[in-house]
Structure formats: structure tokens, C-alpha cells
């Protein structure tokens, strides 16, 4: 197993986990995902990919998608807590369910949020279902009412 950066040739194993995704969460979002959704999915990623507007990193098991996690990043006005304005939205968490409980999911997670620690993103948040809430409390994120967050100055 390894642990690498999502490039184009993975974009259909990148769209076709988070379906799955969509899928099992279903009952959290409130629909599931449909040929929109994975077209505009596709679009996304090979646009993202190609211009470094989110990063995916992805565990590959001889060759096969098996875990990944992404990160889009955004810019704010700077505000007292955060100079920079940098922050990070991480998505797309997801681990097929035969390789789940492996380290997967945080194998990837650390990576991500080693990656903001060293160029300047001073928040992530996420929204979390109740599966992934352990894993992000474990690694630092603190709950708010509507989302989760981790700031690399609070630990973690």
C-alpha cells in the first residue's frame, strides 16, 4: 500500500469512490448521487488535477484506488486569527469497505493535513459523518454545531 497524489489516470477510480461515497451516505446528504452528479464529478477532478485547485491523495493497493481524501483549498479576507486568509475544505473521505480499518483513511488524512501544515493553511474543516467523527476528533478537529475544524496551531 502506499500513499500518493490522486494524477489524471486515476480520475475515474477518483469518481467512482466518491459515488460510493454518495451512496452510503445517502441518508446524511439527503440523495444519492446520479449521472450529474458523476459527470460533473469527472469535470471537477480533471480540472482540479490539472489546475492544483484541490488535492487528492489516495491509498493504492497494486494499482487500485482503494482509499482516498481531498482537499480544496480557498482563500479568505485575513482575519485576527488567520494573517494568511489560507484555509482548506477536506472532502471526499472515503475507503471501500473491504479495506476499511486498515489505517487507510488516516494514513491519507495525515498526509493532508501535514501538507496545510507546511504551506500555510491555517484551518481545514470538514463535515463529518458519525463513522468519520473518531478519526477526525483523534487527529485534532474539534466539533462546531454545523461542521468540524482543525488549525494547525491547536495541535493535532
Known sequence: MSIRLATSKDLLEITELRMRLFED??????????EAV????????AESI???????WVAD???????LGSLAFFNR?????NLTGKEAYLFNMYTLP????????????????????NHG???????ATDDGRRLYT????????????WEPSAGG
Open 38 to 45: 458523476r459527470l460533473a464529478t469527472i469535470t471537477y477532478f
Open 98 to 117: 473491504e479495506h476499511r480499518k486498515k489505517g487507510y483513511g488516516n494514513a491519507i488524512l495525515q498526509h493532508a493535513m501535514s501538507y496545510a501544515r
Open 138 to 149: 483523534s487527529a485534532g478537529f474539534t466539533p462546531s454545531d454545523t461542521y468540524m475544524e
Open 50 to 56: 490539472e489546475n492544483h485547485l484541490s488535492m487528492t
Open 77 to 81: 479576507p485575513p482575519f485576527p486569527s
Open 25 to 34: 451516505a445517502a441518508e446524511f446528504n439527503g440523495q444519492g448521487p446520479d
Open 61 to 67: 493497493i497494486d494499482g487500485r484506488v482503494v482509499s
Open 121 to 127: 493553511i491555517t484551518k481545514i474543516w470538514l463535515d
